[in-house]
T-cell receptor, first 112, second 112 residues
Framework: TQLLEQSPQFLSIQEGENLTVYCNSSSVFSSLQWYRQEPGEGPVLLVTVVTGGEVKKLKRLTFQFGDARKDSSLHITAAQPGDTGLYLCAGAEGAGSYQLTFGKGTKLSVIP | IAGITQAPTSQILAAGRRMTLRCTQDMRHNAMYWYRQDLGLGLRLIHYSNTAGTTGKGEVPDGYSVSRANTDDFPLTLASAVPSQTSVYFC???????????FGPGTRLTVL
């Protein structure tokens, strides 16, 4: 069973600060997704990374897939209260795989 | 609006009762999934279906059953509910050959 370890588990920062969330595994994934979940709602897909070393930007969010496709990071620049939520990474085991392995998430609180 | 709907939104159930959680998607996705989300344990896969007419067991299938009679619907049944099945249940779907999953809003189930 492939595992994804996310760190930190909890993060509380002031508005305007930068932060990085990590997602690590000893296994190789064909693709990796990042989701954000707000209280009382389902996870919402933010991005998918597929190629080792790939970097994707979504406004103030930067996602990177490790060269070996075993790890990923999410960097948020100038965090805002609207960024508050649970950030989940999830990996697909093989090309065309229907199943995802989810990390346990990083709970981010951005204080105004 | 395209997406996934789940019903009911929440339910309180007596132990030993039978309960079916409903999930419907209108995106014509081949694959569908049921997860439970518990504090400290993250999202855990209960059952999945890669295409209509087929189902498979996930990480925590005991006490649950599913059926996939058509592309759109994927009900989850608890034959005889127990308190340990108290959780938030999410249904998700995925396009063929891609890892990204799209989640419903969840059903909060309490078994007393």
């Amino acid at each position: 069973t492939q595992l994804l370890e996310q760190s930190p588990q909890f993060l509380s920062i002031q508005e305007g600060e930068n932060l990085t969330v990590y997602c690590n595994s000893s296994s190789v994934f064909s693709s990796l997704q990042w989701y954000r979940q707000e209280p009382g709602e389902g996870p919402v897909l933010l991005v998918t990374v597929v190629t080792g070393g790939e970097v994707k930007k979504l406004k103030r969010l930067t996602f990177q897939f490790g060269d070996a496709r075993k790890d990923s990071s999410l960097h948020i620049t100038a965090a805002q209260p609207g960024d508050t939520g649970l950030y989940l990474c999830a990996g697909a085991e093989g090309a065309g795989s229907y199943q995802l392995t989810f990390g346990k998430g990083t709970k981010l609180s951005v204080i105004p | 609006i395209a997406g996934i709907t789940q019903a009911p939104t929440s339910q309180i159930l007596a132990a030993g009762r039978r309960m079916t959680l409903r999930c419907t998607q209108d995106m014509r996705h081949n694959a569908m999934y049921w997860y439970r989300q518990d504090l400290g344990l993250g999202l855990r896969l209960i059952h999945y279906s890669n295409t209509a007419g087929t189902t498979g067991k996930g990480e925590v299938p005991d006490g649950y059953s599913v059926s996939r009679a058509n592309t759109d619907d994927f009900p989850l049944t608890l034959a005889s509910a127990v308190p340990s099945q108290t959780s938030v249940y999410f249904c998700a779907s995925s396009p063929q050959g891609r890892g990204e999953q799209f989640f419903g809003p969840g059903t909060r189930l309490t078994v007393l």
